[in-house]
């Protein structure tokens, strides 16, 4: 079955990595990840960036160059970036603005409604989210309203998850990832956001994991093939993120 990799990340150190909450991570560049999943059958995915690379974009370029078209970038963005700028970045494989509110180093959250329309508007971009779900009921009503959100690493939290639910009606999408970094039941996760919007799940690797309690390992992909039918899983691990960057592979 192909896999869109709708998650992931690549530490370069011929580019800026800043210590972020007195962690510096490993590197871990585009021969690495390719080694890690050449056992996998990973079509596309999607290079996401970390709190650490904060709002460089030279590794995501250089990654993206090296990994083809068939990959796309998830970038930290100033909001006072220009336009010029975006759409440069649009041009060369980015597909979307996050913000990291649960380890910082990307735009301040109370920017979300403004940044995440300009960028919808001007190039297409949806905005992406590291949050606790437990967080969420503040900017609930904000979420409800935007255009196109998913929410990372499954909202993290149990006590979140009915949170999440609520999105996930509205059309919020999420990332199946990080399953060794979560607060919350993973199977009981995954069905529940999956009879609410079979449209919702994005598989990713989450690869290398960085401050994880466990990395991802691939029974984490055979935990997806048990738990659901054939067609879900290809929704899951394909489908419904490859509509989401609208990628063609």
Not at 13 to 20: G, I, K, R, S
Not at 183 to 195: G, H, P, R, S, T
Request: negative net charge; aromatic residues 10%.
């Amino acid at each position: 079955m192909k896999i869109f990799d709708a998650h992931f990340h690549i530490i370069d150190y011929d580019f800026p990595v800043v210590e972020n909450q007195g962690y510096t991570p490993p590197s871990y560049v585009v021969e690495d990840y390719e080694q890690a999943v050449n056992q996998l059958n990973i079509v596309g995915g999607a290079i996401v960036s970390g709190s650490f690379q904060q709002f460089d974009q030279g590794y995501l370029l250089h990654a993206l160059e090296k990994l083809g078209p068939k990959f796309c970038g998830v970038t930290q963005l100033p909001f006072t970036v220009t336009d010029e700028e975006i759409i440069a970045l649009n041009e060369k494989g980015v597909k979307a603005l996050r913000f990291n509110v649960k380890r910082g180093g990307s735009e301040d959250l109370s920017k979300l409604d403004y940044f995440a329309r300009r960028v919808f508007d001007l190039v297409g971009w949806h905005s992406e989210l590291y949050i606790d779900a437990n967080n969420l009921p503040a900017i609930q009503t904000t979420i409800e309203s935007l255009p196109a959100i998913s929410i990372d690493h499954l909202g993290l939290s149990e006590e979140g998850l009915p949170q999440l639910l609520q999105l996930v009606d509205k059309g919020v999408k999420v990332k199946a990832t990080g399953f060794g970094r979560v607060e919350l039941d993973v199977k009981q996760a995954l069905q529940k956001i999956y009879e609410t919007n079979p449209d919702a799940l994005m598989f990713g690797t989450d690869l290398p994991s960085t401050r994880a309690k466990r990395p991802f390992h691939e029974k984490d992909i055979t935990l997806i093939q048990e738990l659901f039918d054939e067609k879900a899983r290809n929704k899951i691990l394909y489908e419904n993120a490859l509509k989401w960057y609208d990628k063609r592979v």
